[in-house]
């Protein structure tokens, strides 16, 4: 439960873990505290703890005695006393591992599952993603599904000097995924609603100027408060689709300049011809809408709209889906 020094890669300043036994197992919950939020979880036996201590105890002279005395028949029983006391002295000991340790070891780091958010980690799997499937993804104008994560990743990864575990190899190369993502077309951005995820982010940032060739862009339980970067998309994108992500079009629609709260009137989605807004929270079709000067298709289905609006001015839109909304009249 202590602040961390080691977390550089996620710009993270502190680290809690926290257990909870359920039937065979343990649930370590770990969270991870700075510039952003975000938290995991993974399953180990008790087992896996003891593992664990043994070889922080041989490689890295951690004290034998630091960990919970309790035998295999005790935890087999059960029994809610012990169990509650159980967890409580894993709570203790992982934090007095963290605090002991300073600088963690990768046994440590592997136990947490810590690569899954590592910012080289995740980048070099991005890496190696691009360059075996790349060219292929390129050729056939595949769609490419990613996470804010990952995209925070990169963004991260951009500020960071060479480390000394960089392989050096082709695969690992991280100007490749660069090289990559400016020449990608077609990409969806997708968060897994909490509740399906065993990795929750929040509040967490990314930033899309680098992809310089898209034209195809999907959103998923993504808030565009996360997003910078859509001057540039308003330049260059042809499809839009949003879902589980606003409530506000103008939050979308209204892209901010770079630095300053005043929105950047002058800049409209110009290439913009088909737009998906279907399964958000609408409740108005706002005058955002009009930023969209060259749409010809809109779909604004599943939402909970309740008068047609703000569409007049759209001269070349030849197909609005409005199902499943709450419009009574359709005159607006």
Known sequence: HRSLHWLEHTYATQCFVTTQFLAQYFLVEVVLEGDSC?????????EQFVALHKTLVEK????QDLFPSVGKKQLAQQKLKMINQLQSQLDRYMASVLDVLGLPPRELLDFLEYKYTDVISVTRSLASFAYEHGDMILEEDKVVQITPLQLYCIKRRMVLPVVSSET?????DFGNLIDFVQKLHRMKIASPPEHLSDVFISNIAFDLSLFKGLTVLGLEYVRPSQVTGMDSMARQLATLEVHHSVQV?????LVQCPGSDLPLSGVQWTHLICANFAFNELETIDASINMLPSLT???LSYNAITKLENLSELSHLEMVDLSYNCIKSLQG
């Open 60 to 63: 890295h002279g951690v004290q």
């Open 297 to 299: 298709r809109l779909d």
């Open 249 to 253: 079009l103008q939050d979308l629609l």
């Open 38 to 46: 975000w938290q995991w979880s993974l399953e180990k036996t008790f």
């Open 168 to 172: 050096g190899h082709l695969c690992d």
